[in-house]
């Protein structure tokens, strides 16, 4: 099946600094979806990319597509506490029936 | 709405047992899924739902049953535990997409299961 590989697995940063995480796959996906896990909780959904090139914001938070959909990233700007969990990308496929390929995750510490 | 409602949130069992993990959700959504969470690993499904009385397998499901009898609920169980079921279990559910747009997943809670 489809492989989503994410890195980094885990980063550190001071609050303010900027995050980025990556998902990477060997072969074109039909889209791209991203969660949010806050310690001790569940996957929350944050947003859908489906679209070639396609760059969607929300506040700090920028996720982009990349032109051949083999890759995906997140990037939040100027790091809150708020911010510290795992982020997590997922891969549906055309229809996915509830069936999602998830990255391994990236686990984010934000030091105050 | 609760959403989806997974019970227990922890457990322990002994290698051999067995037990039932429990999930339902009042959303009217078509598909259910279970996922289990390991360390490094991320979300690993084990077996989905497109609908009641339809199920099929996923990447982990060795060691699982599944049964939809109705639209909202989908237990999932272990036969006989072993160490290696030692995980977190998250039930999930989704609607219907379109075209490409796949719908959302909403995951319960989680069951934390610690097999000895």
């Known amino acids: 099946g489809q492989q989503v590989m994410q890195i980094p697995q885990y980063q550190h940063v001071q609050e303010g600094e900027d995050f980025t995480t990556y998902c990477n796959s060997s072969?074109?996906?039909?889209?791209i979806q991203w969660y949010k896990q806050r310690p001790g909780g569940h996957p929350v959904f944050l947003i859908q990319l489906v679209k070639s090139g396609e760059v969607k914001k929300q506040k700090r938070l920028t996720f982009q597509f990349g032109e051949a959909k083999k890759n995906s990233s997140l990037h939040i700007t100027a790091t809150q506490t708020t911010d510290v969990g795992t982020y997590f990308c997922?891969?549906?496929?055309?229809?996915?029936?509830?069936?999602?390929?998830f990255g391994q995750g990236t686990i984010l510490t934000v030091h105050p | 709405n609760a959403g989806v409602t997974q019970t227990p949130k922890f457990q322990v069992l002994k290698t051999g047992q067995s037990m039932t993990l429990q999930c339902a959700q009042d959303m009217n959504h078509e598909y259910m899924s279970w996922y289990r969470q390991d360390p490094g690993m991320g979300l690993r499904l084990i077996h989905y739902?497109?609908?009641?009385?339809?199920?099929d397998q996923g990447e982990v499901p060795n060691g699982y049953n599944v049964s939809r009898s109705t639209t909202e609920d989908f237990p999932l169980r272990l036969l006989s535990a072993a160490p290696s079921q030692t995980s977190v279990y998250f039930c999930?559910?989704?609607?219907?997409?379109?075209?490409?747009?796949?719908?959302?997943?909403?995951f319960g809670n989680g069951t934390r299961l610690t097999v000895t």
């Open positions: 999930a559910s989704s609607g219907q997409g379109s075209n490409h747009y796949n719908s959302p997943l909403h």
């Open positions: 072969t074109t996906l039909s889209n």
């Open positions: 739902s497109v609908g009641a009385g339809i199920t």
């Open positions: 997922a891969e549906a496929g055309g229809t996915s029936y509830g069936k999602l390929t």
